[in-house]
């Protein structure tokens, strides 16, 4: 138990985390509460289940993986955990929906739909917080001294 949530002081993880948070916190906010444009829980629960055919439990735990857990990075909050869950979610996406529209964003709007390379780079980050955890001053940091 204590490996899940044991972590360095290094900065590195600090960084990391609250930066990949604070981008998958709207993401999140857009599947569950409809902000910043999106369709909120039952517009994308309809989505997932009906357009992409996704089973309805694992749509569920993609709208509360970016949710809660872009609030759990944050906070350094079963960093690892919620790592290895985006790195799943965005491994979904590019597959699911963003490989045949290639690497690139849809900067130009000349594609037929956004690319991939936004998601390699959330894979990359969480990895990284998969290996080191959730760096300094985390939640999992204090937890592991505990145990």
Avoid: C
Wanted: without cysteine.
């Amino acid at each position: 138990m204590k490996t899940l949530f044991q972590t360095d002081e290094a900065w590195s993880g600090l960084i990391l985390r609250v930066m990949l948070g604070l981008v998958m916190l709207p993401h999140g906010a857009q599947k569950l509460l409809g902000w910043f444009g999106g369709f909120g829980f039952a517009g994308t629960m309809g989505f997932f289940t009906e357009q992409l055919h996704i089973p309805a439990t694992i749509a569920f735990l993609v709208i509360i993986g970016e949710s809660f857990g872009s609030l759990g990075l944050i906070l350094g909050f079963l960093t690892r955990f919620t790592a290895a869950s985006l790195s799943l979610i965005m491994v979904g996406a590019v597959a699911m929906v963003h490989w045949p529209n290639g690497f690139f964003m849809n900067w130009s709007g000349k594609q037929a739909g956004e690319g991939f390379e936004y998601h390699l780079l959330v894979i990359g980050m969480s990895l990284a917080l998969l290996v080191a955890g959730g760096g300094k001053w985390s939640v999992d940091g204090a937890i592991a001294k505990k145990l």
